[in-house]
């Protein structure tokens, strides 16, 4: 998403080419033709100027952070708590190895063994030594993707099951939880978000803004996070993805360690990550086309699916964002539609989790689109 640059130098061509003429005229005592190669040359150096003035422009933007882009922006991560933009980040899941049978001895299964699918579509690892105990059949782990970024997302427990370093007394494996956690590096956008978040965490006093600076820092991916404290000394956490899901347990736990870091909780503050309540809405509804509309009425129909899939995106960012039909009904007379009779969702007012309750989250249920046809004005 390109950013609005600020002008701190004036870029109307006009100006600057009557300004050029005005001061050519006075120098030389010579009135500028229209057509005139005096009149050329000056529109000439004036596109240079106009140049040269974008260029001043972009550069003086580029101190600022909020529309500094690329490595201009990682230099100014220097000014904030944050000083290096969030990387990819591989992601995680549990593994269990088991052996044939029980020894007396432990079984050591060494850090870095890897594992696949069965179609051998990525490659896995495990982050450290683990050994199955003296008398025990089986190890759990947790295993990192090779790839970095959201390619290892989305492995079911189980799919993740063949082995490709075989250790001694091996019979099996399988992954017990979901795979979840890889992201892609931080966008320009999610970093100055990020940097301005980051302000919070020089609070030593358990902030909310720290707390969700930290929780965020975990995965590109988190939309939303909410820290609420429905009774002192304790903080409970919830958290939102960009796709309108909450969060799997890997991830939850991965914010969870951040934010109990020593250098991050106060040692009066027990934190846990909590699922937000999900409140379920339907869209039902019946558009009509003025009869002498110039657009087809395919066109119109994929406009107006594009848009609900909009909304129901949208609803579904934020925790506690209130069910809003009328942002529905706003955004489908967009798309050039008489009229439109909404059947669902009714206006809900959900929890922002500002009180001692959990907040909430949109999910979506059943979508029903349809057609009225045409209509007379």
Sequence with gaps: MSKTLYQFIPMDPDEITAWMTEQYESITGVTVQPGSPERQFIQWAAAVVLQERALANYAANQ????????????????LFYAKERPGAKAATCTMRFTISEAQEFAVLIPGGTRVTDASRTLVWETV??????????????????????????????????????????????????????????????EFYELLRLSMDGYSCAGARGGYIYFAKQVDTKIADVIAASPTPGTVKLYVLMDDGTIATEETKKKVLEACSADDVRPLTDLVSVEDPEKVKYNVTLTYYIQKDETQSAEDLDAAVKAKVDEFTAWQSAKLGRDINPSRLISMLMQTGIKRVELTEPAFTSLKDGSGTEAPQVAELGTVTVQSGGYEDE
């Design 63 to 78: 101190n600022l952070p909020s529309r500094a882009e690329g490595k201009d922006l990682d230099a100014l991560a220097e």
């Design 128 to 189: 450290e030594d683990i050994y199955v105990n003296a008398g025990d059949t089986y190890a759990d782990v947790e295993i990192r993707c090779q790839t970095e970024g959201t390619a290892g997302n989305g492995f079911v427990a189980g799919q993740i099951n063949t082995i490709v370093d075989l250790f001694a007394y091996y019979i099996s494996c399988a992954n017990l939880t979901a795979s979840d956690g890889g992201g892609d590096a931080a966008t320009d956008e």
